[in-house]
């Protein structure tokens, strides 16, 4: 089958399709659940953003700069907040694919990114300082 019929199909059908069953109960469950669940946005340059819903637990799809949930419905910004801080984070530059920025301490977080993420990076480049340091003591004939 071509691209252009496989996208022409509906999405129950390429849920089937890619199940491949025959059981009529997974298949009826795949026709419920594709009929009661949104379509995902299309996919942009930076992939797919996904996160669970504060209110219902369900997936949140980031569409440009909200996050829509595709169970209830809900809409939040697209903010991130520094684990340490708890001050919202700067968004990178329009139009580039960059790092949040705190605008309080020297964190810095892709989007999507978990606070323990956020903290692993920190302790990273922390971690890469203390190496540099030492290095340039030790060049300096420092121990």
């Known amino acids: 089958m071509t691209d252009f ?6 999405r ?4 089937l399709r890619m199940a491949n069953t025959d059981d ?3 298949r009826e469950a795949l026709v419920a659940y594709a009929a009661s669940t ?3 946005p299309l996919m942009d340059a930076a992939g797919l953003a996904t996160r669970g819903c504060t209110q219902c637990r369900r997936t949140m799809w980031q569409q ?7 169970g209830c419905g809900g809409v ?15 968004p990178p530059a329009e139009g580039w ?16 990114d978990s606070a323990t993420q956020i903290e692993w990076r920190e302790q990273d480049r922390l971690h890469a300082i203390d190496l540099l340091d030492a290095a340039i003591a030790k060049r300096r004939g420092e121990s």
């Open 76 to 90: 939040e910004d697209d903010i991130m907040r520094c684990p340490a801080c708890q001050v919202p984070m700067a």
């Open 97 to 112: 694919f960059g790092r949040w920025s705190c605008p309080s301490c020297p964190r810095v977080a892709v989007r999507g």
């Open 38 to 40: 949104p379509d995902p």
């Open 64 to 70: 440009r700069d909200v996050w829509v949930c595709s």
């Open 5 to 10: 019929a496989d996208e022409a199909r509906s």
């Open 24 to 26: 009529p109960r997974e």
């Open 12 to 15: 129950a059908a390429r849920l």
